[in-house]
């Protein structure tokens, strides 16, 4: 009979991945008792998420922040000087790395965000709580950046429920 050999043999492909059901998660949530499965999931996800903890030590609101870092790193849209308004900006994570890519509170740059939830404050950013396809908020957000922005940017997405034929529609 052939021996095994000494020791643990690993059951991980090259991605360092395993092959079998473990996905590769270390932390788990405290208390998940009473939890619907759906939110364990998601907080599990949230725990071992490296863009979340990117995103929290590098001081940005949201994971998103790093997103827009990838996406101007790539295709330099964003320049020292330039209008930008930000469509369903909370919570203020697109707002940070735009006013630092943008170089606002130095010449001419302006950053306006508009949502319909309250964002907390930023340095030199204008920010309303409104409906954007509202007339008023249309002029506001136009007094604001001077006229015409050189660019709009939006990651807004409909709120979901998490029940997925309610969330189809």
Request: aromatic residues 4%; proline residues 6%.
């Amino acid at each position: 009979m052939p021996r095994k050999p000494a020791g643990r043999t690993s059951t991980r492909g090259p991605s360092g991945r395993s092959y079998r059901n473990d996905t590769g998660l270390t932390r788990k949530p405290k208390k998940m008792r009473g939890r619907k499965p759906s939110s364990q999931r998601w907080l599990t996800r949230q725990l071992n998420d490296p863009f979340v903890a990117q995103a929290k030590s590098r001081g940005f609101r949201s994971r998103a922040a790093l997103k827009l870092e990838q996406i101007d790193d790539r295709y330099e849209m964003l320049k020292p000087g330039m209008a930008i308004v930000d469509l369903g900006c909370a919570p203020g994570g697109w707002l940070q790395v735009t006013a630092d890519r943008i170089r606002l509170g130095g010449g001419t740059a302006k950053l306006v965000g508009i949502d319909l939830l309250e964002t907390d404050i930023l340095d030199g950013v204008e920010i309303f709580v409104g409906d954007m396809t509202d007339p008023v908020m249309i002029d506001k957000v136009r007094g604001a950046v001077g006229g015409r922005a050189h660019g709009v940017m939006s990651d807004m997405a409909a709120a979901t429920t998490g029940h997925r034929p309610t969330d189809h529609l």
